[in-house]
T-cell receptor
Framework: SQQGEEDPQALSIQEGENATMNCSYK?????LQWYRQNSGRGLVHLIL?????REKHSGRLRVTLDTSKKSSSLLITASRAADTASYFC????????????FGKGTTLSVSS | GAVVSQHPSRVICKSGTSVKIECRSLDFQATTMFWYRQFPKQSLMLMAT?????????EQGVEKDKFLINHASLTLSTLTVTSAHPEDSSFYIC????????????FGPGTRLTVT
């Protein structure tokens, strides 16, 4: 099962620009996580934001969470060609121990 | 972070044969393991959840007789794709979580299955 939608499905920008990806989900959550996946490779965990947090930063990444709207955004600042990848949000349900459920993902292409 | 391995990383098999994929937690005891499937250019879809020593719980639409999951120990879960067909070709990813890792979920690197 998939939790929700990500927007946009694909995003193309120039190096140095900021990239914003949005994620919506349907049910109550314990936390929301963002992952990156390079083509044909495994997942790389980027950041986790708990349901009682509204914003979190990690390097060039900024994540926001609005539980009232059941939505999150991932902002990558000063993007680099190496940021080219697919980005997925994943939610952990409110009940402890449940599996992460992934959104459909955003494919980001950063050109130099 | 915790390490989860998968073996093999790539496998090619003929239609009608079975293939087994192993998922191991290398430095923690995984009380729960999850199996996901990812088709090209799509997201990860949860297939099943397995708790050590119990039968796996399958997501709706996943055939339990075709995708056999065994979680016989706290460090190993296996997924066997039985009578594989070309439409089973996919990227299979496991993840594991354990008590001593604060129940965070750690992902393996994935197994690329190609059925010819």
């Amino acid at each position: 099962s998939q939790q929700g939608e990500e927007d946009p499905q694909a995003l193309s920008i120039q190096e140095g620009e900021n990239a914003t990806m949005n994620c919506s989900y349907k049910t109550s959550i314990n936390n929301l996580q963002w992952y990156r996946q390079n083509s044909g490779r495994g997942l790389v965990h980027l950041i986790l934001i708990r349901s009682n947090e509204r914003e979190k930063h990690s390097g060039r990444l900024r994540v926001t969470l609005d539980t009232s709207k059941k939505s999150s955004s991932l902002l990558i600042t000063a993007s680099r060609a190496a940021d080219t990848a697919s980005y997925f949000c994943a939610t952990e349900g409110a009940q402890a121990g449940t599996a992460l459920i992934f959104g459909k993902g955003t494919t980001l292409s950063v050109s130099s | 972070g915790a390490v989860v391995s998968q073996h093999p990383s790539r496998v090619i098999c003929k239609s009608g044969t079975s293939v087994k994929i192993e998922c191991r937690s290398l430095d923690f005891q995984a009380t729960t393991m999850f199996w996901y499937r990812q088709f090209p250019k799509q997201s990860l879809m949860l297939m099943a959840t397995s708790n050590e020593g119990s039968k796996a719980t399958y997501e709706q639409g996943v055939e339990k007789d075709k995708f056999l999951i065994n979680h016989a120990s706290l460090t190993l879960s296996t997924l066997t794709v039985t009578s594989a067909h070309p439409e089973d070709s996919s990227f299979y990813i496991c993840s594991a979580r354990g008590i001593d890792r604060a129940y965070e979920q750690y992902f393996g690197p994935g197994t690329r299955l190609t059925v010819t």
